[in-house]
């Protein structure tokens, strides 16, 4: 990095646009402003946090506003960060500031953070309004808090009903202004006992106080982390010092919990021989020093962790650091504790769950080298490491992986090229790999790695489907249950054993239909059904969250049949409880589980036998390892296949082989009740045999005969507003634009989206195949200069690359 003093500054602004924006640097910023730190700048009437991408000598043609602050002394983005943030941008067609805003480690806070503070003028006219102002008077009130101390604008809006208002006339008169920044929450604040404080600088020459100078001598001395409270006896004012040089970056403080839970350190397993064969691959490509990239394909419980921790040991053996992704649901304390046990406090663990503090702090110990190994769900791609030796994507097949917002990302494949750029090995592993990725294999991209059987040989769980147009017949009752599942889960309760009982729905009933019209009672905003909850009687729309009263009468026709049709976890839960009254049973989805700690909690009371049953969405299905299970009943197998997405088999057969892994982890081996009307489904019966292999030979031939992906690079594009006509005029306009298409390249659209409405926008849509990435891309860059030039609303278009769904 070319030390120097410059003039100028490009600076990538959070706004839906593709340029770059030259500032000019006040005389104090021009030697410490660098690409990759965050500056705060004018930008039109606002003040935005953006993002240095170079810095020059070179004036613009139109006089430049000065930046007004810089946030960061050293850059929080690496040119190896801001490198793949450009490709990002190009490849998801996202502007380059919204990716870098995802990027960073506060983007929440960097959104919402509007802090407002008074203005010398604003402290006079204070001292003067508070004499002779009404006492009622919001802007007068607004003024008094604010000599006081800044407030967040929700703070105010809180506390004062006409506040907006009057801030924005406090504005405009210059009284006040608002610092859009990232309000880093002081993580000074919790208590000693409560902290760990950590070397994070040598000394930098800064003026220090005897405290800080105690402290910071003592810590380098005494490497690693220390409780706060416990150095007090130690180090004199060690608290006030700590916190003190926090702010000045020479130390970090994070939360005790974080580096907690270390424990003993656990022995590792000694591998088994397809462990080994597939680690021993994976060393020697660590070793090279070159991108490598592997597709470790192993059925659930044959020992992937192992295989991914052997990996990362090696990785930090050759001095590189390493990151490994897991799908959001995944990532559990108690999967978090099998690195800390292994790793100690060189983890660092990058939770969306985590408070902005923890958040921060994890990312600071990252960017100063003291947590070589990072665990982290999907942005965790991100994580600012040294010298990246080693990406692993766990369940790489996961849906979670992609941002379904902009830009839309998947975070798998960003890891792959990260990989690429940075020289590192990339893993991404799975017992279902996604038809992309073991297709890949093919072209000779990854490698493939195997471990074909389960740990110990523990025998695979045995499926059965159970057919329930047959139970039907025979019993001649619909019922959510048939009888040999109710016999099996009577079986394991005598016997002291455990079962999951999975449904791929929430709620009680699925909606709520009239016996008259045959109208379902919709959304107001989306064109979905309600889904009936009963705990709090309430129709609820799973989209928006829209909530109505369940009606007494039909809202179209006034009939008072109104039924319920369908099945919900709720429900299942229920009849569960009559079917067996003393079973102890839970449920987990996102009615019953807010938090991700009652998650958490939920799951560990399961664990530790304090439930007989477990109920719950496909939020269980992913790699819990409870040893004590040994049924696995699945309500229906059928509720995704009727999906009007091409994924839709790919992603049951997913579902249905994840849950069935989640049987026998123990020395019992484990049973699989599938319930099903479509017994002869492809995806049903290759997941009941267990056979991916088979299921990956039919499916590749589907979509090689659809030119689906991995046979065509695809992309959707949304157009929506608010007025059906604007967004049906768009719509058609950009239809016209695309005719005829160009060459090599399908269009199908533009059609009304499967959901036309939601969240009270109109949505049309258009499918584009294309037989190369480049004429994909082309085309959709020329679709968004032609939304640019119509000046669409921002939010009118929306392009999803590489889309999971397409709703
Ligand atoms: P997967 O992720 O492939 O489903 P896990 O990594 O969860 O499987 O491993 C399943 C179980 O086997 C875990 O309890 C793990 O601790 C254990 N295990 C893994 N490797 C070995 C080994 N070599 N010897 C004994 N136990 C092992
Ligand atoms: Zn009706
Ligand atoms: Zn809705």
Not at 317 to 344: D, K, N, Y
Request: aromatic share 6%.
């Amino acid at each position: 990095m070319p030390e120097g003093a410059f003039l100028y500054c490009d600076v990538s602004v959070p706004a839906p646009l593709d340029q770059a924006f030259t500032y000019a640097l006040p005389e104090t910023l021009r030697h410490r402003a660098r690409p990759g730190c965050r500056v705060l700048v004018p930008f039109g009437p606002r003040k935005l946090t953006g993002v240095i991408l170079s810095c020059h000598d070179q004036a613009p043609a139109v006089a430049a506003r000065e930046v007004l602050r810089l946030i960061d002394s050293e850059p929080v983005l690496d040119a190896e960060l801001l490198a793949l943030g450009r490709w990002i941008a190009g490849y998801y067609c996202a502007p380059l500031g919204e990716v870098l805003r995802t990027m960073l480690p506060l983007a929440a806070d960097v959104r919402r953070g509007k802090i407002w503070a008074l203005t010398d003028s604003g402290r006079d006219a204070a001292r003067q309004l508070l004499l002779d102002a009404a006492p009622d008077d919001p802007a007068a009130a607004i003024l008094r808090m604010l000599e006081k101390r800044p407030l967040s604008a929700a703070y105010l809006a809180k506390a004062l009903p006409l506040a907006d208002k009057a801030v924005r006339s406090l504005e405009r008169r210059g009284f006040i202004f608002a610092e859009q920044v990232a309000v880093e929450r002081d993580p000074l604040r919790a208590s000693s006992e409560h902290l760990r404080v950590e070397l994070a600088a040598a000394d930098s020459g800064l003026r220090l106080n005897k405290p800080e100078r105690e402290l910071h001598a003592f810590l380098e001395l005494h490497p690693g982390s220390h409780n706060l409270k416990d150095l007090e006896s130690t180090v004199k004012n060690a608290s006030p010092a700590a916190r003190s040089l926090a702010r000045k970056g020479m130390v970090s403080l994070y939360p005790e919990k974080v580096g907690a839970g270390a424990g003993p350190v656990r022995v590792p397993h000694t591998l088994n021989t397809a462990q080994s064969v597939a680690f021993e691959q994976i060393r020697g490509a660590i070793q090279t020093r070159e991108f490598h990239a592997f597709l470790l394909y192993g059925v659930t419980g044959s020992g992937k962790t192992e295989v991914y921790l052997n990996a990362i040991e090696a990785t930090l053996a050759e001095g590189r650091s390493a990151l490994l992704l897991v799908p959001e649901i995944a990532l559990t304390p108690a999967m978090a504790g099998q690195f800390f046990s292994r790793f100690g406090d060189r983890v660092a663990i990058l939770h969306s769950a985590f408070g902005d503090v923890e958040r921060s702090e994890q990312w600071r110990r990252i960017r100063s080298g003291a947590a070589p190994v990072v665990v982290g769900t999907r942005s965790g791609v991100f994580a600012p490491v040294h010298g990246l030796g080693l990406i692993v994507v766990d369940e790489e097949h996961d849906g979670s992986y992609k941002q379904e917002e902009t830009p839309r990302y998947n975070g798998r494949d960003v890891a792959v090229v990260r990989a690429q750029a940075a020289g590192a090995c990339v893993i991404l592993g799975s017992a279902t790999p996604s038809l992309e990725s073991r297709y890949n294999v093919e072209r000779g991209k990854y490698t493939l790695l195997e471990l074909p059987g389960r740990i110990e040989e523990r025998p695979m769980p045995t499926v059965e489907l159970i057919d329930m147009r047959q139970e039907f017949l025979e019993t001649r009752k619909q019922s959510t249950f048939s009888r040999r599942l109710l016999e099996a889960i009577g079986q394991r309760l005598e016997n002291g054993e455990q079962t999951i009982v999975l449904l791929n729905r929430r709620g009680f009933s699925s909606f709520v239909a009239c016996r008259s019209c045959g109208d379902r009672v919709q959304c107001v905003n989306c064109s979905v059904t309600l889904t009936f909850h009963k705990r709090d009687r309430r129709l609820l729309c799973h989209y928006c969250g829209y909530a109505e009263k369940v009606p007494s009468a039909c809202p179209k026709c006034a009939s008072e049949h109104i039924y319920f049709v369908g099945l919900g976890s709720e429900r299942v839960e229920e009849e569960l409880h009559q079917a067996f009254p003393t079973a102890r049973i839970a449920r987990l989805d996102r009615d019953t589980v807010t938090g991700k700690r009652q998650y958490e909690t939920i799951l560990q009371g399961f664990r530790e036998g304090a439930f007989d049953i477990l109920v719950g969405t496909q939020m269980i299905a992913k790699g819990h390892d409870i040893p004590n299970v040994t049924l696995v009943g699945v309500v229906s197998a059928d509720v995704g296949l009727g999906m009007p997405d091409f994924r839709a088999a790919e992603r049951t057969f997913q579902l249905l082989t994840q849950v069935a892994g989640r049987a026998g982890r123990g020395s019992v081996p484990g049973i699989v009740l599938t319930q099903t009307i479509n017994p002869d489904h492809y995806a049903v019966r290759l997941a009941a045999a267990q056979d991916y292999a088979a299921f990956y030979q039919k499916e590749l031939g589907f979509r090689r005969m659809m030119s689906y992906p991995p046979f065509s690079a695809m992309a959707n594009i949304l157009v929506r507003g608010e007025k059906k006509e604007v967004a049906m005029r768009m719509s058609a306009d950009l239809g016209l634009m695309l005719t005829p298409p160009p060459e090599k390249l399908r269009i199908m659209g533009p059609a009304e989206a499967p959901v036309p409405r939601l969240k009270a926008e109109y949505r049309y849509q258009f499918l584009i195949k294309a037989a190369s990435r480049k004429t994909l891309n082309d085309t959709l860059q020329r679709v968004r200069r032609f939304a640019l030039e119509r000046k669409w609303p921002a939010t009118a278009l929306v392009i999803d690359v590489d889309p999971l769904t397409l709703m």
